[in-house]
């Protein structure tokens, strides 16, 4: 047992390094072959995951998410992981409360703050999506795409001018960046409408 165990710190310490260079296939047979060592590694399961998410077998990667979860239920970045798979899926409701699981025991995260705030967005609850990008930005202001999101939320909510300084405060961070030049002329244009062309 000793042995195996070894041996799939060796496999899961290999895959870490063939993902980190973008082998993702080779990463993914050996994160594989270091579960089937030692089932017991969450981050063995969490790592298999994301290979899996990235080769596009969404099925299997919720699945290894969802093992290293069972080995340890405060595994913040496994339930982030899982919300965006949920997520992108349109399972909202679950994937909210995996970046909820994932705030509580990592309230810093800045990914699952921004990935929170998308799910919110797209259930219509734009007032609490803007609070989550905004904790996003609190902890990071240059997370580019929890500023995208903000100022397409404050658009949503004909909050021009808000929208229209996020918009100008991504460009700042990233110049010439098209959907932004084109989130900035949409703001500015709607609010020149809502107040009657002057």
């Known amino acids: 047992m000793i042995l195996d165990s ?7 310490l290999r895959g870490n390094e063939l993902l980190a260079a973008g082998r993702i296939a080779e ?24 290979t899996l998410a990235r080769l596009g077998r969404t099925q299997e990667a919720i699945k290894a998410y969802e093992a290293a979860l069972r080995i340890f239920p405060e595994y913040a970045e496994a339930h982030n992981n899982l919300g965006n798979l949920f997520k992108d899926q349109g399972r909202l409701d679950e994937a909210v409360r995996h970046f909820q699981t994932a705030l509580k025991e990592s309230p810093s995260n800045e990914n699952a703050h921004s990935n929170l705030g998308v799910a919110l967005v797209r259930l219509g609850r734009l007032d609490e999506a803007v609070m989550s990008f905004n904790r996003a930005l609190d902890l990071n202001p240059g997370h580019l795409e929890a500023r995208q999101n903000l100022a397409t939320a404050y ?30 002329t949409l703001a500015q244009r709607k609010k020149v409408e809502l107040s009657g062309g002057r």
């Open 6 to 12: 070894d041996r799939a710190q060796e496999l899961f």
């Open 27 to 50: 990463a993914h047979e050996a994160f594989e072959a270091s579960v089937k060592l030692d089932p017991e590694s969450e981050d063995a399961h969490f790592n298999l995951g994301i």
């Open 155 to 184: 658009l949503n909510q004909k909050r021009f001018d808000e929208s229209i300084r996020e918009f100008q405060r991504l460009l700042q961070l990233q110049p010439n960046f098209r959907p932004a030049l084109q989130g900035l």
